[in-house]
């Protein structure tokens, strides 16, 4: 039965930042070695994590990824990402970080047992990321998740089109921004899955291929019920991820078929070409009360988020050497120029911010402009928002990428009409340049 050909593959990641940029070395650890794997994903306030054990790891393997919580590892980090599936079939289940990892022999036995713990990508946001922010009244819901991923190395993955409602009158939150997500933001499903921050009201999902469960594709025994959730097991379904609709269909307990939203994943089990083991997936599933809705990714979308004329941030250090408005043209010393932003002097290369999150419309050599970003930043007061950012040196953002507010997104340079190293600052509304002094205020 192809079911039971299972098969993994894995890959460890050692290098010198949290990052894992400065890459020292890849090791790759495939079947047959024998692994026992426990991983678990869940949503907010659910713990996560993975448990495995290798067999047999050759000693030179076992050096180099032991790393022991009680020695400084300040300098070592090691990424993990975990393939497992049906013959060449494989499914990322977990990508994360090493947390501990030691190797045993068993009194009697003669195997090797090489011990990892580890913490999925992203894990570090809920348990240590980042430190208290106050948000009061009128903030953006989507200024808060900003906060929760800007320092981390997440990506947005879908995000409810609910949630950018601002914070009610009278209300301040104090705290961290991924608790007061999940405290006062309980009606969405928060998680973060393969470095994905997905926010989901009630009855959305992530669009995906529906995965059909059912007595013959291996559905294990009766659900177990619980008020709306429900608790399958099955034989090892690699291809199970958070977020996800999940179709139930089964002819022995049609009482339970249905469409589900998968609420939380375990695997645990033996992937082994010498022992028989069992390998199980473990899913809890929601049923809601609405009829499920798909929610598209943010990168596959454009910025529908509202903005206000408060909340914008700077988008470089440096001083005002030109206003908006009418001037002496720098370059022909023409008068009655309308200059429709404002110059902004600072270091080549001093790192430029997006002044407001948004979408990217447009990178290229523009001109005049030189090299330059434009975004769509949503509407304020029913009014379509532009920036424009020009006489970059470079840029660091794609076109079609969503960014946040205080991202780098280019560098300060004297490309195209430009005298010397500066930012060119523009703010349209509906099209037409306005003083950008009304968003990002006076310098
Ligand atoms: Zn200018």
Same mark, same amino acid.
């Given at each position: 039965m192809l079911k039971l050909q299972r098969n993994y593959y894995c890959e460890f990641i050692i290098a010198k930042d949290e990052q894992l940029k400065e890459i020292t070395e890849i090791i790759t650890v495939k079947y047959p070695t024998t692994l026992n794997l426990s991983t678990s994903i869940g949503s907010y306030n659910t713990p996560n994590s993975a448990n495995l054990q290798f067999i047999n790891l050759s000693k030179e393997i076992q050096g180099k990824i032991w790393k022991d919580?009680?020695?400084?590892?300040? @300098?070592k980090h090691i990424g993990f990402n975990l393939w497992a599936g049906y013959g060449n079939s494989l499914a990322n289940v977990f990508s994360g970080y090493i947390d501990e990892c030691t190797s045993y022999k068993q009194a009697g036995s003669t195997d090797w047992v090489t011990e990892i713990k580890a913490y999925p990508q992203g894990a570090n946001i809920y348990f240590n990321g980042l430190s208290n922010a106050t948000y009061i009244q009128g903030t953006q819901r989507s200024d808060i998740i900003q906060d929760l991923i800007s320092s981390k190395d997440i990506k947005l993955g879908c995000l409810s089109l @609910?949630?950018?409602?601002?914070?009610?009158?009278n209300q301040t939150l104090i705290g961290q921004p991924m608790d007061l997500l999940g405290k006062n933001f309980a009606d969405y499903r928060i998680f973060i899955e393969k470095k994905e921050l997905h926010i989901l009201a009630d009855s959305e999902v992530i669009e995906n291929e529906t995965l059909i469960i059912s007595d013959e594709t291996g559905l294990l025994g009766s659900p177990r019920r619980a008020n709306q959730f429900l608790e399958i097991d099955m *034989?090892?379904? %690699?291809?199970a991820s958070l977020g996800r609709m999940i179709t139930l269909k089964s002819n022995t307990m049609p009482q339970f078929n249905g469409d589900y939203i998968a609420m939380s994943i375990k695997h645990y089990g033996t992937i082994s070409p010498t022992k028989s083991g069992t390998l199980i997936t473990s899913m809890v599933l929601a049923k809601p009360n609405d009829k499920i809705q798909e929610v598209p990714r943010v990168e596959e979308k454009t910025y529908t988020g509202e903005t206000t004329t408060s909340g914008w941030q700077k988008p470089v250090k440096g001083v005002v050497t030109s206003p908006f #408005?009418?001037? =002496?043209? %720098? *370059? =022909? #010393?023409? =008068?009655q120029t309308s200059h429709e932003g404002i110059d902004i002097g600072a270091n080549l290369n001093t790192p430029v911010v997006a002044a407001a999150a948004g979408i990217v419309t447009m990178t290229k050599y523009y +001109? +005049?402009? +030189?090299m330059c970003v434009q975004m769509d930043n949503g509407t304020s007061n029913g009014k379509k928002i532009t920036t424009l950012y020009g006489h970059?040196?470079?840029?660091n953002v794609q076109n079609g990428a969503m960014v946040l507010k205080g991202q780098t997104i280019g560098y300060v340079g004297s490309t195209g009409k430009s005298t010397g190293p500066h930012l060119h600052f523009e703010v349209r509304e509906n099209g037409v340049p306005v003083d950008p002094k009304k968003y990002i205020g006076t310098f």
């Open positions: 919580v009680f020695i400084d590892n300040a @300098s @609910s949630l950018n409602k601002p914070i009610t009158k *034989i090892f379904e %690699p291809q #408005g009418k001037r =002496t043209d %720098p *370059i =022909t #010393g023409k =008068t +001109g +005049g402009y +030189g970059l040196s470079s840029w």
